[in-house]
């Protein structure tokens, strides 16, 4: 064996509580963790990216199904969502400044309202979905739209011209996107309420605050993919 | 969680002369202590032993395919039965087998070391990929129970869609695959970046650590979206969702383009970290520094970047404009160029060098061989005039599987036979395993090269039958029965190389710390190494230094030299 490395022959002693046995320091792990973040978060891009790719080829071959069937979304309710999904990420970011700052009440307090907001997001998107349900507007191969003539959601028909061949397919797109970053959110939910009870326990502090920090970062990227998808789905042309 | 606090290890014998009481196999005991390990040895070591089973069943898959190829008409089965062989072959040897193969199990046991770190940077993460293995491999069980799987190992659309075999069973089991691989590729990035000894800068790695890290960027950037693609063919089973269905506007190209966006970095994730074990293995049994460091370890880094812009040429006869054509065959010709320069940097590495063939060394020398016929005959598919005359033919077969087998599982049984005595802690018998690769590299060649005879003659690739053939090419049929003979040589080869291992478990006699004089920083701990690896973390120096280590017939094991060169990090040289 070689002579041990004078400054990193750690005792076992002086290992804090929170630092696993394969790192020498605190910031190290804290580092190697965040970087491990960062790469899933790399993965879950490049997992969406399949569906944005899928998106921009359909789009490209067939515009005119995409500008006519972007009419049967709410831009509204869309316009909502991502305000309450922008406004969910700034609580997250206070979360993390709060664990920085050793403040329990404050850090429970915005872990709490963003898992609200979260639900809110959900509830609205559930309006959104059973709408397309009640009117038929589903994926491809179950494209079975209702004609209700004075309905507004189904108003488009002739408004906008003829209805091209093949809008089942902007409604795949829709519903798997929609469908993949609604399962995202619920994930995110269920990691926040953990972290939120770990919280409230007083698990975290200025010394360890990395599930928070990292929870934080997938909540942005969460948030992130749905201001990409809002105008791609609901803001279409004329 | 089982382990005690590793406080009490017992230091390694400081001569190397056997292997310590206390070490990671026998740190604690019982199915709990293995099962619910978070050290990355023992992680390895379940890991081996569930992808040499899945090389088995792949294996028995392989030889019943070539038992009713070895003449014309039904011979052992029907042809239905065929295409799940074929097509359960491939999917077995590919998901189960040779994509976790190197990372997972030499790459598991060896980086920590490598780098001189007590473990990955995320040892949970690293349980729950070895978990997610195992249960990709029930998916894949329940999918042989349930009506197995036609579609060929590419489900390709539209047949993958509408076959009544049970698609969705293991798409699954690939999709549950691929997340094990993205976890130990976010490991090993992590455990390179933040876990490296001091001393240990990026050009002082080994380069197997190289290698494994150009194969996490594959493993992160490139599985995603086969994990998209598999739920999409999922959702289009499912929900009739229509992307890849012409029927509601959909385009079974785009799945073809989905699918090889992965599953062309995803040969690159079979071959680079072999090619990463050639590395260490040429170095050290030639008893010279590596030649050209530093283009070896950027050509790793250069193959999974350019990996990335070649999938189109899998599909030239897809239906591609011709400039696109044009530039998938330009990248593809370019991306044979950072593996050459790997080749040549191995010989001039052993030019001069002191050559043992000792079993590792004779699996590099038959990679070098194999390795040079399948990726020279990959100029050949690459070329887009003589690949429509070749798509779908056994040349692309033989092709593949001189890189697959001739190539990954070749450089695999190099680096299992270079790590044994450090993860058994005890020797196989040496004559043995030049034997076992001697007969491998039969094998593979009596196997595979009448296939290129037979590819490039027009037989086309997962038929039944042949007989219509014969007629204007009455040779296919001994072209067929010399390549079936092949197969069962080489699992005659497997069995002797498998039986000399398991053999040495039992009765090998105890390894040194060092048995090949490498000068990495795992020959530095005992074999098998202790729980924490490094009692201290160790300094690291040039990893290619050998000539610093001496052999010591007293343990059969090679010591530092006694009047060692100057103390300190040696320099790296710069002709490189």
Redesign the interface.
């Known amino acids: 064996m070689t002579e041990p490395h004078a400054a990193l022959a750690a005792q076992p002693a002086d290992h804090p509580p929170h630092l696993a046995h394969h790192f020498d320091t605190l910031r190290q792990q804290f580092e190697a963790g965040k970087l491990g973040m960062w790469l899933f978060l790399v993965t879950e891009i490049l997992f969406f990216g399949g569906l944005f790719c899928a998106y921009a080829v359909y789009r490209a071959i067939h515009p005119e199904i995409f500008v006519f069937a972007h009419h049967y979304l709410d831009k509204n309710l869309g316009a909502v969502n991502t305000a309450v999904l922008i406004f969910s990420s700034l609580t997250m970011a206070w979360a993390v400044r709060c664990a920085q700052l050793n403040q329990r009440r404050g850090l429970v307090a915005c872990l709490a309202v963003t898992l609200v907001c979260a639900g809110v997001f959900l509830g609205v998107k559930y309006v959104e979905y059973s709408q397309k349900w009640q009117h038929g507007l589903l994926w491809a191969g179950w494209f079975k739209p209702v004609d209700e003539p004075g309905d507004p959601a189904n108003a488009p028909s002739g408004e906008h011209g003829e209805q091209p061949r093949d809008v089942g397919i902007f409604f795949s797109i829709y519903f798997l996107m929609t469908g993949l970053h609604g399962l995202h959110v619920v994930g995110g939910m269920g990691v926040i309420a953990w972290i939120l009870v770990l919280a409230a326990r007083g698990r975290f502090s200025s010394q360890y605050y990395a599930p928070v920090d990292f929870t934080a970062l997938y909540w942005h990227l969460v948030d992130l993919i749905w201001i990409f998808l809002f105008p791609l789905l609901y803001l279409i042309g004329p | 969680m089982s382990q005690t606090?590793?406080?009490a290890l017992t230091?390694?014998s400081?001569d190397g002369s056997g292997p310590p009481a206390d070490n990671y196999l026998t740190h604690a005991h019982g199915v709990r202590s293995w099962l619910f390990t978070l050290d990355h040895k023992r992680i390895a070591v379940m890991y081996l032993v569930g992808i040499l089973g899945s090389f088995v069943l792949g294996g028995v898959f392989a030889l019943l395919v070539r038992t009713e190829l070895i003449r014309p008409g039904p011979t052992i089965m029907s042809k239905d039965m065929y295409n799940h062989m074929f097509t359960l072959h491939g999917a077995v040897m590919i998901f189960l087998f040779i994509i976790p193969g190197i990372p997972a199990v030499l790459g598991n046991f060896a980086l920590?070391l490598l780098v001189g770190?007590?473990?990955?940077?995320?040892?949970r993460?690293n349980l729950a990929s070895l978990w997610l293995w195992m249960i990709g491999a029930v998916f894949f069980v329940v999918t042989l129970h349930v009506g197995g799987l036609d579609t060929g190992w590419t489900f390709y659309t539209p047949y993958s869609t509408e076959t009544p075999s049970a698609v969705i069973p293991a798409a699954l089991g690939a999709f549950v695959l691929g997340f094990s691989s993205?976890f130990t590729?976010?490991?090993f990035?992590?455990?390179i970046?933040?876990?490296r000894?001091?001393g240990m800068t990026w050009f002082k790695m080994p380069l197997f650590c190289w290698a494994l890290y150009a194969t996490a960027i594959i493993q992160?950037?490139?599985?995603?979206?086969l994990?998209?693609?598999i739920?999409?063919l999922a959702?289009e089973r499912v929900?009739?969702?229509?992307?890849f269905?012409p029927k509601?506007?959909?385009?079974p190209v785009?799945f073809q383009h989905?699918f090889w966006f992965y599953s062309h970095p995803a040969v690159y994730i079979m071959i680079l970290p072999g090619m990463g074990v050639i590395s260490e293995v040429v170095a050290v049994f030639s008893r010279k520094h590596i030649f050209g460091y530093r283009f070896i370890a950027y050509s790793s880094v250069a193959i999974a970047v350019w990996g990335f812009l070649v999938w189109g040429h899998h599909m030239f006869t897809s239906g591609m404009t011709p400039l696109a054509a044009m530039i998938f065959s330009a990248l593809t010709f370019s991306v044979s160029i950072p593996s050459a320069i790997k080749v040549f940097n191995w010989l001039a590495t052993m030019y001069k060098g002191s050559i043992s063939l000792a079993t590792p060394m004779c699996y590099a020398l038959a990679f070098l061989f194999l390795f040079g016929i399948g990726g020279l005959t990959g100029l050949f598919l690459g070329t887009l005039s003589t690949d429509v005359h070749l798509h779908d033919t056994y040349f692309v077969v033989a092709h593949f599987h001189y890189v697959m087998f001739g190539g990954a599982m070749i450089a695999f049984l190099a680096g299992l036979h270079y790590w044994w005595p450090k993860i058994t802690g005890r020797r196989y018998a040496e004559r043995w395993g030049q034997l076992g690769a001697l007969l491998t590299f039969l094998g593979v060649n009596l196997t595979f090269f009448p296939q290129f005879i037979l590819g490039s003659r027009g037989m086309p690739r997962r038929y039944y039958d042949y007989a219509g053939l014969l007629d204007r090419h009455p040779d296919f049929q001994q072209l067929h029965v010399l390549s079936s003979i092949g197969a069962y040589l080489t699992a005659v080869a497997i069995t002797v190389v498998l039986g000399t291992l398991i053999h040495s478990v039992f009765r090998g006699r105890p390894a040194p710390a060092n048995p090949w004089g490498g000068a990495t920083l795992e020959w530095?701990?005992a074999s098998p190494p202790p729980y924490?690896n490094?009692?201290?973390?160790?300094?690291a120096g040039d990893p290619y230094a050998v000539d610093e280590f001496e052999y010591d017939p007293a343990i059969d094991g090679y010591v530092r030299r006694s009047a060692p060169n100057p103390p300190g990090p040696c320099p790296v040289p710069s002709h490189d």
Do not use: M, R, Y
């Open positions: 606090a590793a406080g230091p390694e400081a920590p770190a007590k473990d990955v940077a995320f040892p993460l993205i590729g976010i490991n990035i992590a455990t970046h933040k876990l000894a001091p992160v950037l490139a599985t995603p979206v994990g998209i693609t739920l999409l959702a929900l009739e969702v229509g992307i269905n509601w506007g959909g385009d785009l989905f530095q701990c924490d490094f009692a201290s973390t160790p300094t």
